[in-house]
């Protein structure tokens, strides 16, 4: 079984819609992350969480909240979608320097 | 704001020679990895250099790192078809709680 797994692995959606991607890790790994993945910019930050009472912004916050509801489970809400959401997202956990990605949820926003 | 700069954005090159990417970086470090994503996939720790190191080795994979010049290169020897993939450099700056920054990375295409 993967470390790390994402649902759902693909989402079409409607601007103004509210939609759920979850992460969940068998690795019991403290941290845990959120990116987007945008064509030609990298991986950018969007939460990050060093355990169940800790939340922390990243570079990109804005339009975004996370959920950590165990130490296993970290969720990311789009409250309400616009288009310029649409892109590539991954979980990630790490424990030491490293990080372990999941396989990425692909979401398009129409 | 992205740390790592990558450069070449993309190569290619023939099955069984080398690729060569840099990565370059603004703030002092803790350490510099590079991560492997397949088309559309996850990404993948490939190797960690810390700012005490200055080449690290595995498999077919060598790390330079030069922190006075806030750069490092990665290569790949004897390349294959599976090599194919875009490698990102990310960079744990001092003082920023694991909180890794990405470049944009360079596609690599290997042909055979």
């Known amino acids: 079984d993967a470390d790390v797994t994402q649902t759902p692995r693909n989402r079409i959606t409607k601007t103004g819609k509210r939609i759920m991607l979850e992460c969940s890790q068998t690795?019991?790994?403290?941290?845990m992350y959120w990116y987007r993945q945008d064509p030609g910019l990298g991986l950018r930050l969007i939460y990050y969480?060093?355990?169940?009472?800790?939340?922390n912004k990243g570079e990109i916050s804005d339009g975004y909240s996370v959920s950590r509801q165990a130490q296993a489970k970290f969720s990311l809400s789009l409250e309400s979608a616009i288009p310029n959401q649409t892109a590539l997202y991954f979980c990630a956990i790490g424990r030491t320097d490293t990080q372990y990605f999941g396989p990425g949820t692909r979401l398009t926003v129409l | 704001s992205q740390q790592g700069e990558e450069d070449p954005q993309a190569l290619s090159i023939q099955e069984g020679e080398n690729a060569t990417m840099n990565c370059s970086y603004k703030t002092s470090i803790n350490n510099l990895q590079w991560y492997r994503q397949n088309s559309g996939r996850g990404l993948v720790h490939l190797i960690l250099i810390r700012s005490n190191e200055r080449e690290k080795h595995s498999g077919r994979l060598r790390v330079t790192l030069d922190t006075s010049k806030k750069s490092s290169s990665l290569l790949i020897t004897a390349s294959r078809a599976a090599d194919t993939a875009s490698y990102f450099c990310?960079?744990?700056?001092?003082?920023?709680?694991?909180?890794?920054?990405f470049g944009a990375g360079t596609t690599v295409t290997v042909r055979a």
């Open positions: 690795k019991g790994h403290d941290r």
């Open positions: 969480s060093f355990d169940v009472k800790d939340i």
């Open positions: 990310a960079t744990d700056p001092i003082s920023n709680d694991y909180k890794l920054s």
